[in-house]
């Protein structure tokens, strides 16, 4: 049995706050389109410095070292135009039938961030401007059973709303599209305001990533509160929403059982007398890849984050790669444990799936 993790005391700073990019790149192409002239509105009213490029390459991110590089690269959010390759769409399950994409790249500092394997050069985000193209592409895709789209794999699209109302666009898109389909996406913040009153007709599902407080406290910077995305959750069902618990990356921390129960019991305390509910449950592991365990620790020298391959399994994929996960008596009991304490706290969730 693989020994738990030990968390050393590590704070990073939680900054909430709807994010400002210290600069905005304007590409070219992005510049025919009518959603750049919204952002660019939109962020130089925050303070943003906006910079109009001449051609469509990004150019290289300035800095001294691999720290200051990552941090220049965090704070540019680049206006481009989604390639042609994005519109033959990629199954990506258990998560959905099909994903697209919003956007590449997020502002949340999480030092187990998944991105790290996913997507190469430095962690700067990139905003698809032809956002009306994207979703009329999606039309090629629905089927006679209901089809689910997943928009969130290479972003937090949330993050990025008070800037590119895309998922304002999504969500109304999605509700007058008269089909068996089904939008979903997934976060960390807690900003849904301007989501509540959108009509949706139930074809949206938000769900939120929550995870336990050593986890969250030690990991997860510039992130809402695990609190105030409970409180947010509330809201979107409140208002109709299907919803969802994406409970990511389950960590081998000490005292695994109990902190993971306290999770759950804050879940079914905030959603308490909400009538309807619609809820589901995505439980996804810890896994690290030896390039992203070189890009993390590049963009983290310091994290506590464990990343022994030691104490690992190896898992290889379809594609000729391989992941460290946990062990598999290990993950047997976690998914065994987590199942039952949902069943507890949360008999009227449906799980979708363990990975």
């Known amino acids: 049995m693989a020994t738990a993790l030990a968390l050393p005391i590590f704070q990073p700073v939680r900054t909430p706050r709807l994010w400002t990019p210290k600069r905005v790149l304007v590409t070219r192409s992005a510049r025919q389109f009518a959603l750049t002239n919204d952002i660019v509105q939109h962020a130089a009213a925050l303070g943003s410095q906006v910079i109009e490029l001449n051609n469509d390459r990004l150019g290289r991110i300035a800095g001294t070292d691999n720290r200051r590089a990552y941090a220049e690269a965090k704070g540019t959010m680049a206006l481009v135009v989604a390639p042609r390759s994005s519109f033959k769409l990629r199954p990506i399950p258990p998560s959905a039938d099909w994903q697209f994409h919003l956007a590449q790249g997020c502002p949340a500092h999480c030092q187990y961030c998944y991105l790290a394997g996913s997507l190469s050069g430095p962690p700067l985000t990139r905003v698809y401007a032809n956002l009306h193209d994207i979703l009329q592409n ?3 895709y629905g089927g006679a059973d209901t089809t689910t789209f997943e928009c969130s794999c290479y972003t937090d699209p949330l ?4 800037l590119t109302g895309a998922l304002d666009r999504c969500i109304r898109f999605f509700g007058e599209w008269n089909a068996p389909v089904q939008l979903r996406w997934t976060t960390k913040f807690d900003n849904v305001e301007s989501l509540l009153p959108l009509p949706h007709n139930k074809r949206t599902r938000i769900r939120f990533s929550i995870n336990a407080e050593p986890v969250s406290r030690n990991f997860e910077g510039g992130t809402a509160s695990v609190s105030d995305r ?3 959750l509330r809201r ?8 969802g618990l994406t409970i990511a990356p389950i960590m081998d921390v000490p005292n695994f059982e109990q902190v993971y129960s306290d999770l759950l019991a804050e879940v079914a305390a905030t959603l308490d007398e909400i009538q309807s509910l619609d809820l589901t449950a995505e439980l996804i592991t810890h896994r690290f890849t030896p390039t992203s365990k070189e890009v993390l620790l590049n963009w983290y020298p310091r994290t506590p984050l464990e990343m022994n391959e030691q104490t690992r399994a190896k898992k290889h994929t379809k594609f000729g790669t391989f992941k460290y996960v946990y062990p598999s008596d290990r993950m047997r009991y976690m998914r065994s444990t987590l199942e039952n304490l949902i069943a507890r706290h949360l008999p009227r969730t449906k799980i979708l799936y363990w990975t």
Not at 159 to 162: D, G, I, R, T, V
Not at 236 to 243: L, Q
């Open 138 to 140: 999606l039309k090629n």
């Open 159 to 162: 993050a990025l709303e008070h």
């Open 230 to 232: 409970l409180s947010a």
């Open 236 to 243: 979107v069902a409140e208002a109709g929403y299907p919803v």
